[in-house]
């Protein structure tokens, strides 16, 4: 939808991240990284003017939710913006990689967050077909912690899970790091068979939206591959894993965590293709 609106150009880029938020400003990167909380708002006027909290866009999150939606618009209206507009992650991380957003060339993005998938094919400024899973990284660090559970009789927190998730988690068979506590040791093969459902849902999701589109659009995304981004992508074997099912070669985002960030703050160098690509939610 283009927003004809929207007259003065976007300076700035929101996109929530668990519980801290962070601000894109164009021509700086990325200005802010702060956890919600009460003194929010007045973090935000030590970065920012008046002027440049009327208008700015939003990277939705992963599988967003109209309960989460309403949540993140209420914290952004109390810290002070008043105009907002929203962007798909998945057209975010394809603006990571360059893509060109013309008609002639389709990708496939996938965004692995927390709590959801998204994935998406594109072709030019439009969204060919698309789909969203409910699992993300915290499938994964639930399974961790089940895993433990089950093995050794021990109830991990949520944050120790997620501390052995981000050290060890592979796809990669024979993976021979481990993690060492006074109570239990935890092999990355272990990890490797808990959370290797989570991703053959998200493979099997590719697999199923790529039948889906036409016969040409199809065989360009086989030739070019797909691409990966946010938080669940840095695991490692991502890309072994996918060509090994689907035989497609796939890019990693080099900095996953604030892709779909960057590619949003990327795109503020086009404003009238900007526009092009956002909405209002």
């Given at each position: 939808?283009?927003?004809?609106?929207?007259?003065?150009?976007?300076?700035i880029?929101?996109?929530?991240?668990n519980?801290?938020l962070?601000?894109?400003?164009?021509?700086l990167?990325i200005i802010f990284n702060?956890?919600?909380?009460?003194?929010?708002?007045k973090?935000i006027?030590?970065v920012?003017t008046?002027q440049?909290?009327?208008?700015?866009?939003?990277v939705?999150?992963?599988?967003?939710t109209?309960?989460?939606?309403?949540c993140?618009k209420?914290i952004?209206?109390?810290?002070?913006?008043?105009?907002?507009?929203?962007?798909?992650?998945?057209?975010?991380?394809?603006?990571?990689?360059?893509?060109?957003f013309?008609?002639?060339?389709?990708?496939?993005s996938?965004?692995?967050?927390?709590?959801?998938?998204?994935?998406a094919?594109?072709l030019?400024?439009?969204i060919?077909?698309?789909?969203?899973?409910?699992?993300g990284?915290?499938?994964?660090?639930?399974?961790?912690?089940d895993?433990?559970?089950?093995?050794f009789?021990?109830e991990?927190?949520?944050?120790?899970a997620?501390?052995i998730y981000?050290?060890?988690?592979?796809?990669?068979k024979?993976?021979?790091?481990?993690?060492?506590?006074p109570?239990?040791?935890?092999?990355a093969e272990?990890?490797?068979?808990a959370?290797?459902p989570?991703y053959?849902?998200i493979?099997?999701?590719i697999?199923?939206?790529?039948?889906?589109?036409?016969?040409d659009?199809?065989?360009?995304?086989i030739?070019?591959g797909?691409?990966?981004?946010?938080?669940?992508?840095?695991?490692?074997?991502?890309?072994e894993?996918?060509?090994?099912?689907?035989?497609?070669?796939s890019m990693?985002?080099i900095?996953?965590?604030?892709?779909?960030l960057?590619?949003?703050?990327a795109?503020?160098?086009?404003?009238?293709?900007?526009?092009?690509?956002?909405?209002?939610?």
């Amino acid at each position: 939808m283009f927003n004809v609106q929207y007259l003065v150009p976007i300076e700035i880029i929101a996109n929530f991240n668990n519980d801290s938020l962070r601000l894109y400003k164009r021509g700086l990167g990325i200005i802010f990284n702060e956890e919600v909380d009460g003194d929010l708002k007045k973090k935000i006027k030590q970065v920012l003017t008046d002027q440049e909290q009327k208008k700015i866009a939003v990277v939705a999150a992963s599988g967003e939710t109209e309960e989460r939606l309403a949540c993140e618009k209420a914290i952004l209206y109390d810290s002070g913006f008043s105009d907002l507009i929203y962007i798909q992650p998945t057209v975010a991380l394809a603006a990571y990689f360059g893509y060109p957003f013309t008609e002639q060339v389709p990708v496939m993005s996938v965004v692995i967050g927390e709590t959801a998938t998204d994935l998406a094919i594109i072709l030019g400024e439009k969204i060919l077909y698309s789909g969203i899973l409910d699992v993300g990284t915290d499938s994964c660090i639930n399974a961790i912690i089940d895993l433990v559970a089950d093995k050794f009789n021990i109830e991990l927190s949520y944050e120790t899970a997620s501390g052995i998730y981000h050290d060890i988690a592979s796809l990669m068979k024979n993976d021979t790091r481990y993690v060492k506590t006074p109570d239990f040791i935890l092999k990355a093969e272990q990890v490797r068979e808990a959370i290797y459902p989570v991703y053959s849902q998200i493979i099997g999701a590719i697999n199923h939206l790529l039948p889906q589109t036409s016969t040409d659009v199809m065989r360009q995304i086989i030739n070019t591959g797909v691409l990966f981004g946010r938080v669940g992508a840095g695991i490692r074997g991502l890309t072994e894993a996918v060509y090994w099912s689907l035989q497609l070669q796939s890019m990693i985002a080099i900095d996953e965590e604030n892709a779909t960030l960057l590619g949003a703050g990327a795109l503020l160098e086009n404003p009238q293709l900007f526009l092009k690509l956002t909405y209002d939610a």
